[in-house]
């Protein structure tokens, strides 16, 4: 993952849309957790995608939020898989850089902007998963030196290719701490990746940490209570999940609306998505420039109403052939289904089963 011949320089540069297109070709093999899209990440890094966000002081590029928005809604429209796994990696990436020790910095941003390295979060364990248990399922001790580790991260997105992990755990006192851990660390377990309903090639599950040590040296934040919403750590349910399904929509929004140049039935619908679409990416751009007109809850509840409508709308329009695998709207139909459960707040779930029930939210 490392060429850096054609650097892309913007969103409008004609190098991005040829990127999309062969990430397209690429994502139609993408269907079981063998299918690690490791071509599609190495295009994307030989194009410099993983320096659109890190700073330039540490070889990225250090793309303005509307310009990382413009950036994902075409990647996400081309292949939601490998774009999903970009942003796992930006998410570690984007941590790391907040952690306000410039060593640290140094020692792991130049790898991962130039694509030599690859970087993951194992954090939805403080946020939105495991969270109604009565123990924490990963604790951390402090020892000489550093952390000890023990127990398991419930969701890893390409753990089995990353070098560093992201990692939350819990003290024993309850508060929390966030660390990137060496994955070549001894005692670090990457279970297979689990058969999903969508994006199983993400390679997603487990990873067990059976008395990992983890140095002082490599602390991000905490230890503290409710370290992901402190600003050290950065906050979960940003604009990029809602982007990603807005990039979803525009694949199956392309298709009926190709099918409705041959069957004039499909159009009004075709262009009612459209509108919401073009709407969505306003809505998203605005408030990635820092005017926003809406919450990002209610952004991101538009963005998976939308995502399902207009992916089941191209089923329809592809009927029986489109539900046979293989076919890219069937495909698309499951892999929206993804944005009902990533980093879903109570707020947008609540939506959703509102939505889902016919009842006024
Ligand atoms: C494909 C995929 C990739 C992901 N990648 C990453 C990643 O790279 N990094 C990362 O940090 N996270 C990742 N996540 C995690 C994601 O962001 C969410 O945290 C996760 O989907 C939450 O689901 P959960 O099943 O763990 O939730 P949980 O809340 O743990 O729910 C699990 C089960 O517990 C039961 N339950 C839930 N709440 C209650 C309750 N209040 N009382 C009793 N029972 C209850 C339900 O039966 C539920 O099925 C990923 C998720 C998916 C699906």
């Not at 990353?162 to 755990?169: D, H, I, M, P, Y």
């Not at 709207?329 to 947008?348: I, K, M, T």
């Amino acid at each position: 993952m490392n060429s850096f011949q054609h650097q892309i320089e913007s969103p409008d540069d004609p190098r991005l849309d040829e990127l999309c297109q062969e990430l397209q070709a690429g994502g139609t093999g993408l269907a079981t957790p063998s299918d690690w899209p490791r071509q599609s990440l190495a295009l994307c890094s030989g194009h410099g995608v993983n320096r659109w966000f890190i700073e330039t002081q540490w070889g990225g590029l250090d793309w303005s939020e509307p310009d990382v928005i413009r950036g994902y809604l075409k990647l996400s429209s081309a292949c939601l898989t490998t774009t999903f796994i970009i942003t796992q990696f930006v998410a570690a990436c984007r941590r790391i850089a907040m952690s306000g020790d410039d060593q640290l910095k140094g020692e792991l941003l130049p790898a991962l902007a130039s694509g030599q390295a690859f970087a993951t979060v194992g954090i939805s364990h403080l946020t939105t998963s495991r969270r109604h248990l009565a123990n924490p399922v990963l604790v951390a001790d402090r020892v000489e030196g550093g952390w000890r580790l023990n127990g398991y991260s419930p969701w890893v997105t390409g753990g089995q290719a990353a070098n560093q992990l992201v990692v939350g755990a819990s003290l024993r006192d309850a508060s929390q701490i966030l660390l990137v851990a060496p994955m070549d660390s001894e005692g670090i377990e990457v279970d297979p990746g689990f058969e999903l309903v969508g994006l199983s090639a993400s390679h997603t599950g487990k990873v067990r940490f059976n008395d990992v040590f983890v140095a002082d040296s490599r602390r991000i934040a905490g230890p503290g209570e409710n370290i992901m919403a402190s600003a050290g750590a950065g906050s979960t349910g940003g604009l990029q999940t809602s982007t990603l399904a807005v990039g979803l929509s525009h694949a199956a929004i392309s298709f009926l609306q190709k099918q409705a140049g041959e069957r004039p039935e499909l159009a009004e619908n075709a262009t009612a998505l459209q509108r919401q679409f073009d709407y969505l990416c306003e809505q998203l751009l605005n408030a990635a420039e820092g005017n926003p007109t809406c919450s990002r809850e209610a952004l991101r509840t538009e963005s998976n109403s939308l995502v399902l409508r207009s992916t089941q709308s191209a089923l329809v329009a592809a009927k029986g052939a489109g539900y046979v695998e293989g076919h890219p709207v069937g495909r698309w139909c499951r892999e929206a289904l993804f944005f009902l459960v990533w980093s879903c707040p109570q707020g947008v779930a609540q939506a959703n089963l509102c939505e889902l029930a016919g009842l006024e939210n």
